[in-house]
């Protein structure tokens, strides 16, 4: 089977259990971002200086894969969904607040505003931070959702990304310290 299923040459998309919808439909531009995220994570699980940024990366890539998964699935096809994946929950976003605990604790990370990314000169500060934003802006296309008819279902989605971004831009400092064990 070919990559080029020739399948969206009409500007339409397949979601899961066989819905096809509009490339331009809020979703698939929520999904879009989602990807984007992902595929922004990959030089920085590369580059990465510090193990903690790599145990990070390598634990969140599959969770958006999972997260992507949610988002494919048309509204009231959720409980199908369901019983085959887990869906996101409290635990994920709870082992996030505990990343931020373990860097904010560090004593290295303190806040003074503004990044300023690259400042440093430390290419995995750098593609932490070009994480964040792409993290930021799958928050906000997934934010889109809510409230429409095709709300996302699931709000640990939306808490989800909005801790991963915190912690990616905490990783992003970290990063540019010098090197040191977490407390």
């Given at each position: 089977m070919s990559i080029a299923t020739?399948?969206?040459?009409?500007?339409?998309?397949?979601?899961?259990?066989?819905?096809?919808?509009?490339?331009?439909?809020?979703?698939?531009?929520?999904?879009?971002?989602?990807?984007?995220?992902?595929?922004?994570?990959?030089?920085?699980?590369?580059?990465?200086?510090?193990?903690?940024?790599?145990?990070?990366?390598?634990?969140?890539?599959?969770?958006?894969?999972?997260?992507?998964g949610e988002l494919a699935t048309p509204v009231g096809m959720e409980g199908r969904y369901a019983a085959t994946h887990s869906a996101f929950s409290s635990d994920h976003v709870a082992w996030l607040d505990e990343w931020v605990a373990k860097l904010e604790a560090s004593g290295a990370l303190q806040f003074k505003g503004w990044a300023l990314p690259g400042e440093a000169g430390i290419m995995s500060g750098a593609y932490a931070d070009l994480a964040r934003t792409a993290c930021r802006r799958a928050e906000r296309s997934v934010?889109?959702?809510?409230?429409?008819?095709?709300?996302?279902?699931?709000?640990?989605?939306?808490?989800?990304?909005?801790?991963?971004?915190?912690?990616?831009?905490?990783?992003?400092?970290?990063?540019?310290?010098?090197?040191?064990?977490?407390?």
């Open positions: 020739r399948r969206g040459d009409q500007g339409e998309t397949d979601l899961l259990f066989g819905h096809r919808t509009s490339k331009a439909h809020p979703r698939v531009h929520a999904l879009g971002a989602v990807d984007e995220l992902n595929a922004a994570l990959g030089p920085l699980r590369i580059s990465a200086l510090k193990a903690e940024t790599r145990q990070v990366v390598e634990k969140v890539q599959p969770l958006l894969i999972s997260l992507m934010v889109d959702l809510v409230g429409s008819d095709q709300e996302v279902a699931n709000p640990e989605v939306v808490r989800f990304l909005n801790r991963l971004a915190d912690v990616l831009w905490l990783l992003a400092r970290w990063e540019e310290r010098p090197p040191q064990d977490l407390a």
